[in-house]
T-cell receptor, first 114, second 112 residues
Framework: SAVISQKPSRDICQRGTSLTIQCQVD?????MFWYRQQPGQSLTLIAT?????????ESGFVIDKFPISRPNLTFSTLTVSNLSPEDSSIYLC???????????FGPGTRLLVL | AQSVTQPDIHITVSEGASLELRCNYS??????LFWYVQSPGQGLQLLLK??????LVQGIKGFEAEFKRSQSSFNLRKPSVHWSDAAEYFC??????????FGKGTRLHILP
């Protein structure tokens, strides 16, 4: 398995600002993922972040709004830019350890945009 | 199209009663199937998974699930629920080389 931590755990941000969320994995993994969970909803994949390549974004998500970094095999960041109240959600990162078929999730970052 | 359906948005059971949460999927290839649980204010925890082999899989916390290919189902069961089982449960389908698709979730309420 993998143990995943996220920072911050929650934040309140003003409209028009940006928030960067950090995700740390306790082991080296090739594949990491970022999800959004809007209030009362299921998880929606934002992008896949593989170390050594550009992030792959799902339909409806763009790099300008959700830039992602993946500087090494244990760390990734997601920035939510130009915040609006519609961005208020839980953002979760996950990792799939190499040679495994299961994604493990971090505790999530709860974002409220005023 | 790939999809996961959890037909029950909310389920309420009494503590000590048995539980079954339904999940149906649509997936073109051989699916990998998962059940995750999300307790209030928490991230997702993997309960169990099915990739191949025995169609009845055991998970953590006394949960089990049965894969039925003919019905495209992967229902989650527990013989006796505890108050601490109150949470949101997500069924998911995917493949090792593909993204995971989550259902909309079933919120489980436990009556004392």
């Amino acid at each position: 398995s993998a143990v995943i931590s996220q920072k911050p755990s929650r934040d309140i941000c003003q409209r028009g600002t940006s928030l960067t969320i950090q995700c740390q994995v306790d082991s080296q993994v090739t594949m990491m993922f970022w999800y959004r969970q809007q209030p009362g909803q299921s998880l929606t994949l934002i992008a896949t972040a593989n170390q050594g390549s550009e992030a792959t974004y799902e339909s409806g998500f763009v790099i300008d709004k959700f830039p992602i970094s993946r500087p090494n095999l244990t760390f990734s960041t997601l920035t939510v830019s130009n915040l609006s109240p519609e961005d208020s959600s839980i953002y979760l990162c996950s990792a799939r350890p190499d040679y495994q078929d299961t994604q493990y999730f971090g505790p999530g970052t709860r974002l409220l945009v005023l | 199209a790939q999809s996961v359906t959890q037909p029950d948005i909310h389920i309420t059971v009494s503590e000590g009663a048995s539980l079954e949460l339904r999940c149906n999927y649509s997936y073109g290839a051989t699916p990998y199937l998962f059940w995750y649980v999300q307790s209030p204010g928490q991230g997702l925890q993997l309960l169990l998974k099915y990739f191949s082999g025995d169609t009845l899989v055991q998970g953590i916390k006394g949960f089990e699930a049965e894969f039925k290919r003919s019905q495209s189902s992967f229902n989650l069961r527990k013989p006796s629920v505890h108050w601490s089982d109150a949470a949101e449960y997500f069924c998911a389908v995917g493949n090792r080389d593909d993204k995971i698709i989550f259902g909309k979730g079933t919120r489980l309420h436990i009556l004392p």
